[in-house]
């Protein structure tokens, strides 16, 4: 059992302290969706054949699809003032909440990172500009780490800049969202003026040669669905991650109203008017400048003025800040302290979270568009669809939202199942084991699968999320479990 049921981070947010309203919530959705990875998956559904608007299209709908287990894992948080893995604790136990809630955490390290490097990277280009050297090449990196040692100095000085703001805590987090939102919001309207009228206006802009020449190589006519199905997981599974974790902010929202009225209004106008803004900036590089840019950073740092290419880093820096912190540090930060709560905080859940994401080398993870979409996007979304499937069947139907908050902080109360752990969720989360075979040959490339088994992972978080759920409650009404309510 854990050797603390919680500890002042983990405890449940008195009402005295619930403030965040539905600006808060719509500033953190601009603020983490206005980030290169967003710019780069509409980008990514271009190159794969899609027409601009058929991008656009798939990213909206990915984005309302998601949005729905979002707002419903977040009641959970408004409720009770709860965050994710103590919300965990019904389904799992207060021991077994560690698996999913580990697992939620390792996803989160890799996209911290995923975005660090990309922060330092920004970083790096703006330090070229402003003080007049030559960026490196392949040539100049040090050996093992592959990073030239400007680029790795200023990785780690956007890495201290992440972990400043976590030292600081939530209340600081919150402050930055604020800030950050208006600003990024600028910018990408700015990055989309440039790219219509240095390409000569929309028509030009959206041309078939200009689709032509970012698709490349492929050929003939292009087989819609082939692509939208998995494009479409990828959508979803980019915020399949926060749609676990949501209660870790909910938790501090004044009402139901807000945290819905906040994020229904941001999260899929944002990410669709950004994927739109990297979708114009794209086709304009290839007007402008005569090859396809997939990089925000690259793009900038092709224009004639200095100022302005500094300007743009640092909001581009901003942007990244933004997102790392609220979407990859808050959860592995609890999740951690989860695990060990008498020794871990809020505060050094972060630091292990940074810590985490130098020694994964991420660089090397963020290399090509159609990994990054259909192999890491997909992959980790079918891990994180079972747990969600559990999470909604336990809260929404055995338990009808009814929590004993008091028996959540139990080791030894009506959560406690077997030796602190719910066999039953555990095995329910093998319903990600059906998308298994099909990652697997997408990962390698060398494996060969039958097209049903390609076709559950190509829709991974749907299936492990409805298979994970189906069995979760076949396996808890066999066996005549009681929900326990407060």
């Known amino acids: 059992m854990p ?26 959705w601009v603020g983490m969706a206005v980030c290169i990875p967003t710019y780069t998956l509409a980008s990514g559904l271009l190159a794969q054949g899609m027409r601009w608007d058929q991008a656009l299209w798939t990213i909206l709908l990915g984005n309302l699809i998601v949005l729905i287990p979002l707002s419903l894992n977040a009641h959970a948080g408004a409720r009770y003032g709860i965050p994710f893995p103590v919300l965990l604790r019904a389904s799992f136990g207060p021991l077994g909440a560690n698996l999913p809630a580990l697992m939620r955490a390792l996803v989160a390290c890799g996209w911290f990172g995923i975005q660090t490097w990309i922060g330092g990277a920004a970083l790096y280009t703006m330090c070229a500009v402003v003080f007049g050297f030559t960026p490196a090449t392949s040539a100049d990196a040090l050996p093992v780490l592959g990073l030239s040692p400007g680029q790795f100095a200023c990785f780690l000085v956007f890495w201290a800049m992440n972990m400043a703001v976590v030292w600081y805590g939530i209340g600081a987090i919150k402050r930055l969202e604020v800030l950050a939102a208006p600003l990024l919001l600028l910018m990408g ?17 959206f041309a078939e040669a200009t689709f032509a020449e970012i698709r490349g190589s492929a050929d003939g006519p292009v087989d819609f669905g082939a692509i939208f199905w998995p494009g479409l997981t990828a959508v979803v599974g980019f915020w399949a991650t926060l749609s676990l974790n949501i209660p870790d902010f ?5 009402s139901q109203r807000d945290h819905l009225i906040g994020q229904a209004v941001a999260l899929p106008t944002t990410m669709t008017l950004f994927a739109f803004i990297g979708i114009a900036a794209t086709c304009a590089s290839v007007v402008v400048f005569g090859e396809v840019i997939w990089d925000p950073v690259l793009l900038v740092s092709r224009f004639d003025a200095p100022i302005v290419i500094a300007l743009a880093l640092a909001l581009i820096v901003l942007a990244t800040l933004s997102t790392n912190i609220a979407a990859n540090v808050v959860s592995p930060a609890n999740d951690f302290t ?21 020694g994964i080398f991420p660089w090397r993870l963020y290399t090509d568009l159609s990994n990054y979409i259909f192999t890491w996007l997909i992959g980790y979304s079918t891990l994180l669809g079972s747990i969600a499937g559990i999470m909604l069947i336990d809260y929404y139907v055995i338990r009808r939202t009814r929590l004993d908050l008091d028996g959540l902080y139990q080791t030894d109360g009506p959560y406690t ?41 190509i829709h991974g978080w749907f299936v492990s999320l409805a298979v994970s759920g189906i069995a979760y409650l076949f396996l808890m009404r066999s066996h005549r479990l009681t929900p326990s309510y407060g």
């Open 417 to 457: 199942y077997r030796n602190g752990v719910n066999s039953r969720a555990v095995l329910a989360l093998l319903g990600c084991l059906p998308a298994l075979p099909g990652f697997l040959a997408q990962a390698t490339g060398w494996i060969d699968v039958p097209d049903l088994l390609d076709a559950l992972y």
């Open 250 to 254: 909910t938790r501090y929202a004044r």
């Open 3 to 28: 050797d603390s049921p919680a500890n002042a981070d983990l405890a449940p947010v008195p009402p005295a302290h619930r403030t965040w309203r539905a600006r808060h919530f719509a500033g953190l």
């Open 189 to 205: 309207l700015g990055l989309l003026a440039w790219s219509v009228t240095a390409s000569g206006g929309f028509a030009v802009l």
């Open 338 to 358: 989860h695990v060990w709560p008498k020794k871990l905080s809020f505060r050094r859940g972060g630091l292990l979270t940074g810590v985490i994401g130098i």
